[in-house]
């Protein structure tokens, strides 16, 4: 049985064939593409995704990335599980789109600085996992993870409880989200927690290479920031740096959450511009993780709307929320505390619930509805 999230609106039959090839030489997909009238994309949740071996429960459900090859990988926080509810599975799960469980592995070891409350997961193009995490004490997560899909280390970018803060060019800070743009090489940060920035590393080697915070202003620490407006709306700091996405364009989109709205950048972190999701609901927390739309254009971006249970599905050319859908429940297709999300190369989305929701949910593209 498949459970329905619909708005309302009538179908488009309107296709746009995706330009590109996936590594593993899959068949271009298709995804249905605003028509002139307008549209926006459609999903059914599917209620049985995915199938954990095992017996395994999953804690905290942090985040979710999908890879080059349409493999889903998750990161939760086995250290939520109680003894009482069973048998906690690795920090690290992967999954094919149908729901096959592919691998697990993560936790504390020798070598690397683990960190004490897992927070965001990445996937870069050459399927290397990157992971972050956001523990504040005793010792804070003041670094970033890549590992190969296998769980091999490869690079440890800073060091538990070593960030000076704002000015520090060598440690993130509690880092909530990263995102590796192949172009470059290089790996953006979303610095996050600790910090008011985002930082610009190598992807191979760490080597520094930028940083900046909201409007491309010097990143200030809370106590330092200016509580007075931008002239161009919204305070001049970020809050909490929780998202990153570099599109096919090349162009840089931080999720603000707390000041709901996202910033965009150039690469080299010139702003160009901001929108605002879903501001003046009860919760401010509405831009927590962004993801885009598979077609080359990447017309639609998506927010997970933590604090109020949604999804918005946005005009990334004009920053317009399109549509709104999800609310607050257990129930397959609502949400609890809506952490991060990403999308496949055939437009289906997946999710990440954090704090009382402790599970990832996916939600299968059906196609574009009318918004006329």
Sequence with gaps: MRW????????VTLVVTLGGMSSLGKEPTTLAARGQGGGVPQFEVDPSWPSIPNDWVLGQVSSVTVGPDD???VLHRP????????TAAPSVLAFEPDGTFVRAWGGPADGYDWPANEHGIHVDPAGDVWIGGNSAGPESDDMLLKF???GELLLQI???ARSSGNDDTVNPMRP???FVHAATNE???ADGYGNRRVIVFDADTGEYKRMWGAFANTPLDPSEASGESDDRGGPPQFGIVHGIEVSADGLVYVADRGNSRVQVFDLDGAYRTQGFVNRGDESSSTVAGLAFSPDAEQRFMYSADQGNSHIHVIDRATLEVL?????NGAAPGEFQALHHLDSDSDGNLYTAEAQRGRRVQKFTFTGVASTQ
Excluded: K, M, N
Excluded at 4 to 11: A, D, E, K, P, Q
Excluded at 323 to 327: E, I, K, V
């Design 187 to 189: 790996v953006f940060v």
């Design 176 to 178: 909530a989200e990263s």
């Design 4 to 11: 329905r999230i619909s708005t309302g609106l009538s179908v």
């Design 71 to 73: 493999v889903v990988w």
């Design 148 to 150: 190969t899909p296998e």
């Design 79 to 86: 250290r939520t599980v109680a003894e009482d509810q069973g």
């Design 323 to 327: 549509d709104t859908f999800g609310s």
């Design 158 to 160: 800073g060091g538990r």
